[in-house]
C-alpha cells in the first residue's frame, strides 16, 4: 500500500506543472508590476481567486500558507491598491490576452458579442456609485423582473473562437461623474474592439438592446457587420419588392408575420443542462431604414418548431436585423448560427457571477477597486478556459475527476468540473504546506479520555 509521502509526491507533481502552466499564462499581467512582490501577489490572488471561487481578498489570499492571515490580505489589499501600475494599463492585459489567443487561432473573421450585464448588491445602499439596476434573474416572486441595488457592468468578448476572448471589459456606475450613458459603453466597446483588430473582420452581436439607429450607424462607420435581435417590432422600414422593382413601407412585425419560408434545418439546442432538437425555418428580407439608403439591411426570421407548450413566443419566433447580405439559405443559416453564439458570453457571465467565481460577491467599496478586481476574476476565468481547450484531453479528464465528474451525459462537466478539480489541487498543496511548517502534535494524541457511550 501506498505511504502518505508517495501520494504527496504525485500531488506535488500535477502541482508543479499547473503552477508552471499558470505562471506562463500570467506572465503579460504580472510583468506589468514593477515589484517581485506585487508579481508573486498577482499570481497567488488568481490562484486564490480560482481555489476559494470568491472575490473575497481575504480569503483568496488565505490559500498561500506561511505567513499569517492576516500578512496575507494586507498582500492582496496593497495589489488592489497599488498606484505603480494604472487601472487602465491592468484593465488592457485582458485585451493583450486577447490579441495574443487570436494570434494562437489564427482567425481571420471574429464574432464579438457586445453583452451588458447587472451585478447584484440588494444591501450596498452606501457604497460609492451603487445604482439601481433592473435585474430579470432571478425574478421576483411574481417572475418579473424586478429593480435592485448593484453595479452595470459590460463586456465584448469574442465568441467563434475554441476560447473567450475579451476586448472590452468596464464596471461602472450610473451615479458616477464620468458616465455618460450606457450607449456610450457599447460604442467604447466598439472602438477598442477595432482597435484591437484593424485588419480583421469583425461581427458585432447583440440581444434586443442593439436594436438601434445609433448602433447601426456606429458598426457601419468601423467597417463591421452586425447581427442584432429586432426587439423594436413596430419600427417602420422599407422593404424591397422584387415583383414590383420599389421599396415599400412597412413594421417589423407585419413583416414578420407575412414572411415566406425558403428553408428549414435541424438545430440542437442547450437548456437547462440538456441538449434537444429542434426544427428551424428561415426566410428574409432586404430591407433598409428611412432616409438611411446608403445603409442596406436584411431582416431575418426564424421559428423554431416542435416547441413546447410553455415556450415563450419570441423563444419560438425570432427577428433578426443584419447588414450581412442574405441572397440564399446558406448565407441565412449562417447568420442565424453566428448569432447563436451568443448565448457563450451568457455562460461566461453565468460562471463568473453564479456557480464559478461569484463575482457579485466581492468585498471592496471604491469603483476604481471593483474594477481591478473585475480584472483579476477575469483573468481567472480566462486561465481556467485556457486550460480546458489547450491542455492534453488526459489531464483536463484528470482534472474533472478530481474535481467531481460522475460520467453521466446529464453532468454539468466540462470549465465547472475543471475549476473544481483545480480547486481541489491548491487546497491539498495548501494543506500539506500548512503540515510541513506546523507538524500534527502527534504525542498528545496517544491517549483519549474514555467515551461516554460505552
Not at 303 to 318: G, V
Request: charged share 25%; with cysteine.
Amino acid at each position: 500500500m501506498e505511504s502518505i509521502a508517495q501520494k504527496a509526491e504525485g500531488i506535488q507533481a500535477a502541482a508543479h506543472f499547473t503552477e508552471e502552466a499558470l505562471t506562463t499564462f500570467l506572465r503579460p499581467l504580472w510583468e506589468l508590476f514593477p515589484d517581485k512582490r506585487l508579481q508573486r501577489s498577482v499570481q497567488a490572488m488568481v490562484r486564490g481567486l480560482i481555489t476559494t471561487q470568491t472575490p473575497h481578498i481575504s480569503k483568496a489570499m488565505a490559500v498561500e500558507k506561511g505567513a499569517t492571515a492576516w500578512a496575507l490580505s494586507k498582500r492582496g489589499y496593497r495589489l488592489i491598491n497599488t498606484k505603480r501600475v494604472t487601472t487602465w494599463r491592468l484593465t488592457k492585459s485582458l485585451y493583450r490576452l486577447a490579441q495574443q489567443t487570436v494570434c494562437e487561432e489564427g482567425a481571420d473573421r471574429l464574432v464579438v458579442a457586445i453583452d451588458p450585464v447587472q451585478f447584484e448588491k440588494p444591501y450596498a445602499q452606501r457604497m460609492e456609485g451603487v445604482s439601481r439596476v433592473h435585474k430579470s434573474r432571478p425574478p421576483d416572486v411574481n417572475g418579473r423582473a424586478r429593480i435592485t441595488w448593484g453595479y452595470p457592468a459590460i463586456t465584448a468578448t469574442i465568441v467563434n473562437l475554441s476560447r473567450p476572448a475579451t476586448t472590452y471589459a468596464h464596471w461602472f456606475s450610473y451615479q458616477s461623474e464620468t458616465f455618460i450613458s450606457q450607449n456610450r459603453e457599447i460604442y467604447r466597446a466598439l472602438r477598442m474592439t477595432r482597435a484591437l483588430f484593424p485588419s480583421h473582420q469583425l461581427c458585432f452581436v447583440m440581444d434586443g438592446g442593439g436594436d438601434d439607429q445609433k448602433f447601426f450607424q456606429w458598426v457601419h462607420q468601423m467597417r463591421g457587420a452586425f447581427i442584432v435581435t429586432a426587439s423594436h417590432k413596430n419600427r417602420q422600414v422599407e422593404v424591397w419588392n422584387d415583383r414590383l422593382q420599389r421599396w415599400e413601407p412597412m413594421t417589423i412585425e407585419e413583416l414578420m408575420a407575412l414572411v415566406l419560408w425558403q428553408g428549414q434545418f435541424r438545430v440542437r439546442f442547450h437548456r437547462a443542462g440538456r441538449i434537444k432538437e429542434h426544427t428551424v425555418r428561415l426566410g428574409w428580407y432586404r430591407i433598409r431604414l428611412p432616409g438611411e439608403p446608403e445603409m442596406p439591411m436584411w431582416l431575418l426570421v426564424a421559428e423554431k418548431l416542435d416547441t413546447e407548450k410553455n415556450e415563450e413566443e419570441e423563444e419560438r419566433l425570432l427577428g433578426l436585423l443584419t447588414n450581412i447580405p442574405i441572397d440564399n439559405l446558406a448565407a441565412a443559416q449562417q447568420v442565424y448560427q453566428d448569432w447563436r453564439l451568443r448565448n457563450r458570453i451568457e455562460h461566461g457571465y453565468r460562471f463568473d457571477q453564479e456557480a464559478g467565481l461569484d463575482v457579485e460577491q466581492l468585498m471592496v467599496r471604491s469603483l476604481e477597486r471593483m474594477q481591478r478586481l473585475f480584472v483579476f476574476v477575469l483573468w481567472a476565468m480566462h486561465f481556467v478556459t485556457h486550460v480546458l481547450r489547450v491542455w492534453p484531453q488526459e489531464i483536463v479528464e484528470w482534472f474533472q475527476l478530481l474535481g467531481g465528474k460522475l460520467g453521466h451525459q446529464q453532468d454539468r462537466s466540462g470549465v465547472y468540473r475543471l475549476l473544481w478539480g483545480l480547486a481541489s489541487l491548491w487546497t491539498a498543496i495548501s494543506a500539506l504546506t500548512f503540515v510541513e511548517d506546523h507538524p500534527f502534535p502527534h504525542h498528545s494524541a496517544t491517549s483519549f479520555p474514555p467515551s461516554t457511550y460505552g
